[in-house]
């Protein structure tokens, strides 16, 4: 017996490690290649990156190397006949499946810590990265391309001299019905001041003007300051609910519980207000209408914190819901064929489990299920994979 678990264990970990890191690598190159491409990063930034991205890379290939292991392995131990074999000897075959299952649930374990650091880590790390390589960025496009815009702003030159921009022109758009400042000059250089969140740009006689507004001269040299938020294009929000990590999202809830209850004291206390002094345009739908969306946001938010550590374990444990369709799976196929074995397996994944999961997780962060709905996914594959199980035992 003990032969037969180490025969089992030996044959998935070497294919499942192999399989990883060949999926590891292609995924991490994918997505530094997206960022590299979309922030023009050099290659410094893009070693630097590589750490933050690995765990997100492992996250979308542990799923599917697991499955990909099973089919393999099992798939081959059926078309050798060696679960024919067991049964001749009077061996039941769950003896060659449970030490897959077990291995699958200590890799959901992984996959769900795996996932926590990718979201609360990872992302974070990348972003600070794209940051601290802004002045990296700006030149180089401005080197390529010679503009870098955003939303909000836009910047143009003759040419790039060193550090030295050309002719600079560059144009901010308000957020209000303000028209654009636009700013040029002989001479500029740029850099970047982390530790204040700005960009400072020094002019060498530059001309200033806002339509109708504004309009100014400044010989010589003179330092503007333009926030982060206005280089990157990123406006400052609240911390997404996703790149929280699992041990934040409690202390999350509680803020936001808190912050909603706030709202609701705000707004009775208002509307009692404004009846008791006759007021009653203060209750009016233009003037009501801000206050309620602002309140449903901050619902919608405790949603989605509620829903989020059900989101990360279901995920996670989607690899041992994979495992228990593919063993199964690929011994009554019984034929060595590896892809043929493993798309028929990821076939029924990719039908049920990803729709249901997509479908429920939008149900649950707009609050219309409760958050536990998020494994029904996992329980129909778990439900199918026993059944499969059953037959394969039984036949």
């Not at 972003?127 to 939303?151: A, C, F, H, P």
């Not at 982060?228 to 936001?256: C, D, H, M, W």
């Not at 495992?323 to 690929?330: D, K, N, Q, S």
């Amino acid at each position: 017996m003990r032969i037969l678990t180490r025969y089992i264990v030996f044959e998935l970990l070497a294919i499942f490690l192999l399989t990883l890191t060949s999926m590891t690598v292609f995924v991490v190159l994918v997505l530094i290649g997206k960022e590299a491409v979309e922030n023009g990063l050099g290659l410094l930034p893009i070693l630097r990156m590589v750490p933050y991205i690995l765990p997100q890379a492992m996250q979308f290939a542990v799923p599917g190397t697991m499955l990909l292991a099973t089919t393999t392995v099992y798939g081959r131990i059926a078309a050798s006949n060696e679960i024919v074999a067991v049964k001749s000897l009077g061996i039941s075959p769950m003896t060659m499946l449970w030490p897959t299952f077990i291995l699958a649930t200590l890799v959901s374990l992984s996959a769900v810590v795996l996932s926590d650091v990718a979201v609360s880590w990872g992302r974070g790390g990348v972003q600070r990265i794209i940051v601290e390589s802004l002045e990296e960025i700006i030149y180089g496009r401005l080197r390529t391309t010679r503009t870098y815009s955003n939303d909000r702003l836009k910047v143009a030159v003759q040419r790039v001299h060193g550090k030295t921009l050309v002719k600079p022109i560059i144009t901010y758009f308000s957020v209000d019905d303000d028209p654009p400042l636009t700013i040029t000059a002989d001479e500029a250089e740029l850099n970047v001041d982390l530790e204040n969140n700005r960009v400072l740009i020094t002019f060498l006689n530059a001309n200033g003007s806002m339509g109708e507004r504004f309009a100014g001269w400044f010989p010589g040299e003179e330092e503007f300051p333009f926030s982060l938020e206005q280089f990157t294009g990123i406006r400052a929000q609240a911390r997404r609910t996703s790149n929280y990590s699992l041990r934040e999202v409690g202390p999350a809830k509680q803020q936001q519980i808190e912050v909603i209850d706030r709202l609701k004291q705000e707004m009775s206390a208002q509307a009692a207000h404004a009846l008791m002094t006759g007021r009653m345009y203060e209750l009016s739908q233009d003037v009501w209408q801000p206050k309620r969306s602002y309140l449903q946001a901050a619902q919608r938010t405790l949603h989605r914190l509620h829903t989020e550590p059900h989101r990360r374990w279901a995920s996670g444990f989607s690899c041992l819901c994979f495992v228990l369709i593919g063993a199964p799976m690929a011994v009554r196929l019984s034929h060595g064929d590896i892809w043929s074995s493993f798309f028929v397996c990821f076939l029924p994944i990719l039908i049920i489990y990803y729709p249901m999961l997509v479908r429920s997780l939008d149900l649950a962060k707009d609050g219309v299920m409760p958050p536990q709905v998020v494994w029904l996914g996992n329980i129909v594959l778990a439900l199918i994979g026993a059944w499969l199980v059953r037959r394969v035992v039984r036949f």
